[in-house]
């Protein structure tokens, strides 16, 4: 059988092409599903390692119950001790200068250390934000933090506009659980993990945290059954139209949620980060990267790290992402692990974000996590902490919630 020889030249590269990375190719698993534009970019513009995407629901808990045959993994939740032991060391990478450890933020990249090993880097994080139409202020805030106290002297002046039929309602913190916990954070409940790999907080604090919203609710809304009522007139419409409404004045999210909205209905909206003191918590999902022990491609990962962490990497990585009209925000959907490039690129693709990258002394990032927190505190703790705000008698402890939901996890 004879070919033509343009027919002969696809065929060759065909097969070549099926070998050429073979043994220099690197799994990359991951849940984040911008990746697969920055692995794009990645591989277009070198030919000696190749990146190949596998996607994983849960990338940290797979790896410490299965072990994985991935070269990289990317996602939330690598803190925690299980975890965090699954991979290897990348010390040498910033010693040696492969990565530059100064362009890093400082507490940021210590999250990462375990005895002096980096082991995991960071990739993004984000942070939590109030949101409000400014024309509704009798007084604009200055900072780019909005305390707690500022928030509630704003809300008594707004809420006077309907008294006594209750038309706006200013804020209303169980209707944004995310909230509470934030709250709760900022006034030193702590959770973190313990060695045992155990969840530990302070119950006093959480504790007052729930009698503050208590004590606004009464003060400040009129109670919870007023509370509930103006919720089952209007909150059936999306935050935006509530915001540029009038019907409320806040609603809390994180600086993603911020920016999902399309920008003709937030042309009229701002935000501030919420915090205290010029203190503001990280979210505590953030994005790292590690080097699972068991890789069998540590050269390619090394080379991938080594790429992407670079500053004109991270700008376009992020100019990809707009190029391809991703709703996705920043890098993989928070801000850069670089302050330098959140000051430099950040503003020119998101306009409304110059002035409010906050310093990094601003920035309280989180303790290491339980490896199940995230099911903790979606299933057990937010719905305790509306349940105990909601309600006038005595505080339940949440230790016993939390027994009950352990005993249920090993029915």
Sequence with gaps: MKYSVPLLF????????????EGKTAVLCTNRSEFSAYTEVYNAHQNEYHIELQYCEN???SLAQNGTSADLVIGEGFTSNEIIRQFQDCSKLLEEGLIDEELFYTQLLKI???????????????LPVVMFKTENFSEQPESIVLTLDEMRRECLAFNEQSKPRRQVMGFVSWWFPEFLYTQAELHSSNFSETEGGQLTWNQDNLENTIKNFRTWSEEVNGGISAERDFADKYLYDPTEKLLNNGRILYAFGDVRDFFSIPHEKRQDLDFRYAGENSRIPVRDGIVFLGIPKRAKNRKAAVDFITWFFQSETQGRCIDTSHFKRMRTFGIADGFCPFPSVNDKFFPQYYPDIGGRIPPEEFLKFPEPLPTDWPEIKEEVLLPWMVKEVTRSNSISRFDGELQKWVLQQSE
């Design 10 to 21: 696809l065929f060759i590269f065909i097969v070549s092409s099926c070998s050429f990375f």
């Design 59 to 61: 990338p940290g808990k």
């Design 112 to 126: 990462g250390k375990r005895e002096e090993e980096q082991l995991i880097l960071p990739v993004s994080f984000s």
